[in-house]
């Protein structure tokens, strides 16, 4: 039998295939006729047409923060990513899914998987991927504190192999910047501008280093005239709306890191932070995190792969993943 991890999140899909490695990562969107509810364009190429389609079409997204909202759209797009890496063989796959997942959204989950043709599904929390996926050695009596932060949700959670200490879920990312980023720009430079360059520019200049020089020429239209206008973006115009969402992250962060028992803090002082997704790649990020939470910060070379890597650690390794397995 074939294995698989799979995480079909808010933004993006990844798989990763036992003997071949991260063999997929492309955008969890589908394109959608109106009047027919055809889907005709599936991953990469439908985000491609967010904000250039006609009437007609809508570029539609079947997961929302971290919960799948349209089973009929992501069944069908699970399908469509799984006939690009695997030949009609029987899979087994285990899905990565945010702490604290509750039974219901596991049961779309299973529904969407079997939609798709998976014999066998399993589900691991992230906090738990985010550390294998850093190779960092999980036992009874060493607990790890790891944040995972996505495009729709943000986990995190306190854990050894015996489970989780104190975790929880958010529905706060890297979606509710790029909206906020669109709002901001709009109130600065009476400027609107689109999903793709809001994610563009948080993705290219994007830092949490006050003063930070760094600009982008972005391409939108004037909202009093209508017509096409161009504006340079800094650094410092953006900082707002990524900083408060990294705040409230770090609140939230603190919550769980104050519900820890004395010897579990104790662990966490000495081990510190294990941080995963594309946000930790912001300028200053890795710095801001460990300041605000006075904790050393540990960050892989591709922060929004580590969670999958761990998810194709935990399928090699049987006895690893009946332990950090949910039931």
């Known amino acids: ?3 698989l991890a799979i995480d079909f999140g808010t933004s993006t899909t990844k798989i990763y295939k036992i003997g071949s490695g991260i063999v997929l990562a492309e955008a969890t969107c589908v394109t959608v006729q109106k009047d027919t509810g055809e889907m005709r364009a599936f991953g990469n190429e439908a ?19 971290g919960d799948i909202v349209n089973e009929r759209q992501a069944g069908a797009l699970l399908e469509y990513f799984l006939r690009k890496v695997v030949r009609r063989v029987s899979v087994e ?16 989950y299973y529904r969407i998987a079997k939609m798709a043709g998976v014999s066998r599904i399993g ?21 790890v ?3 995972d932060i996505g495009a729709g949700k943000t986990s995190m959670a306190a854990f050894s192999l015996d489970g989780i200490i104190a975790g929880l879920t958010m529905n706060v990312g890297g979606n509710n910047m790029d909206i906020h980023i669109i709002d901001h720009i709009a109130e600065l430079y009476n400027l609107k501008i689109g999903s793709l360059t809001s994610e563009k520019l948080k993705n290219t200049i994007g830092s949490l280093i006050a003063g930070d020089s760094q600009s982008m020429i972005v391409n939108g239209r004037d909202i009093e005239s ?5 504006v340079s973006v800094s650094s410092e115009d953006i900082l707002f709306p990524i900083r408060i969402y990294v705040d409230k992250i770090i609140e939230y962060a603190e919550l769980v890191l104050q519900k820890l028992p004395a010897e579990v803090s104790a662990a966490m002082c000495k081990n510190g932070v294990y941080l995963s997704g594309g946000i930790c790649l912001l300028a200053g990020f890795e710095d801001y995190i460990a300041e605000k939470l ?11 792969m580590a969670v999958i890597l761990g998810g194709g650690r ?7 993943l009946q332990r950090i397995q949910m039931n």
Do not use: W
Request: aromatic share 8%; net charge negative; charged share 20%.
């Open 1 to 3: 039998m074939l294995k």
């Open 47 to 65: 985000k491609r047409l967010l904000g250039k389609t006609a009437e007609y079409t809508d570029v539609s997204f079947p997961v929302f923060e």
């Open 93 to 108: 796959a285990v899905f990565c899914v945010p702490c604290g997942i509750t039974a219901a959204s596991r049961e779309k």
């Open 123 to 143: 589900f691991v929390e992230t906090p738990y991927l985010t550390a294998l996926g850093q190779d960092v050695p999980l036992s009874e009596s060493n607990p």
């Open 145 to 147: 504190f790891a944040l």
């Open 226 to 230: 209508g017509k096409p206008r161009s």
């Open 294 to 304: 006075q904790m050393e910060t540990h960050l892989p070379e591709n922060p929004q």
């Open 314 to 320: 935990a399928v090699g390794n049987v006895s690893l």
